[in-house]
């Protein structure tokens, strides 16, 4: 009975280390003070946990800088250029980057609403906020806070821009789709070990936004240029059709490889 209750507490500690970094930890000084107190009610329990979690993913936002990461904003105002696509990123603890990873980011947003006025960059996920070396599943490089996803800007059936929307609810898996002349470096490929998930049968649940290519374009390019003079910017990763249809340029802008994730539904960058 306790060798099944302590193989139950390692499961769970093991799912929030991996799903929110500093949950493992919070879950193990819970039960801790919940045996002290002797706390038995799962709803007692639950509420403990709550409130240390809560508390502690609050504290991260004033101690992680201290180690050299800094949280994205999760909410924005009216005046605001760039926002975190989902209070979830925030509570799971995946919105923190390197300072230099900020400044650019946030140098993006602007740039893009001074050439599209009222438009707001949405990032999605970027790092943990401690530990180099601790990967943001399932992106296996996002574990040092220099790299961050972006999300594509996108505009209804008619064309007109949407401020802030993503055709799917987090941002990703909603592939833009290669046509047959596309450049597709891994077609015909069936690699078993791979992030690299098509997921067709999700594609039909997403919304019928379509890309906004001049935005998406232009802020590409200028990651592209500005980002790598100005801002460090080593890598920026989409899929080589999506480089074609949106002409842009520039040597940061690679191809990930086959055994990555797919770059057709956001765009991930990273500094030096
Ligand atoms: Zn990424």
């Known amino acids: 009975m306790v060798l099944k209750r302590r193989i139950i507490q390692l499961v769970i500690f093991l ?12 879950y193990l000084l819970a039960l801790l003070v919940c045996s ?34 800094v949280p994205l904003p999760c909410f924005s105002g009216e005046t605001d250029t760039l926002t975190v696509r ?11 980057v390197t300072p230099s990873m900020r400044d650019l980011a946030m140098a993006l947003a602007d740039a893009m609403n001074r050439k599209f006025p009222g438009t707001t960059t949405v ?3 970027g790092n943990f906020p401690f530990v180099n070396g601790f990967p943001l599943l399932p992106h296996i490089s996002h574990s040092d806070g220099r790299k961050l996803d972006i999300a594509f800007y996108y505009q209804d059936a008619d064309g007109n821009y949407i401020d802030q929307a993503t055709r799917s609810p987090l ?28 997921l067709e ?25 500005t980002g790598v003079e100005r801002f460090n910017l080593e890598k920026i990763f989409i899929e080589p059709h999506l480089r074609d249809r949106l002409h842009v340029k520039g040597h940061a802008i690679r191809f990930q490889g086959c055994r990555a994730a797919r770059h057709d539904d956001h765009i991930h960058i990273q500094v030096r």
């Open 171 to 198: 941002g990703y898996f909603a592939f833009e789709q290669p046509t047959k002349g596309d450049e597709q470096p891994c077609a015909g490929r069936d690699d078993i070990l791979t992030t690299r998930w098509e």
């Open 123 to 125: 990032v999605l996920d």
């Open 86 to 96: 989902s209070g979830l990123f925030c509570l799971l603890n995946r919105n923190y």
């Open 15 to 26: 799912a929030l280390t991996v799903l929110t970094q500093i949950g493992g930890v919070i």
């Open 36 to 69: 002290a107190f002797s706390l038995r009610r799962w709803y007692a329990r639950l509420l403990v946990f709550a409130v240390f979690y809560a508390a502690g993913t609050v504290s991260s936002n004033f101690v992680a800088p201290s180690f050299g990461r």
């Open 201 to 225: 049968w999700l594609q039909p649940a997403f919304g019928d936004y379509e890309l906004e290519e001049k935005r998406t374009a232009f802020a590409i390019q200028w990651l592209s240029g």
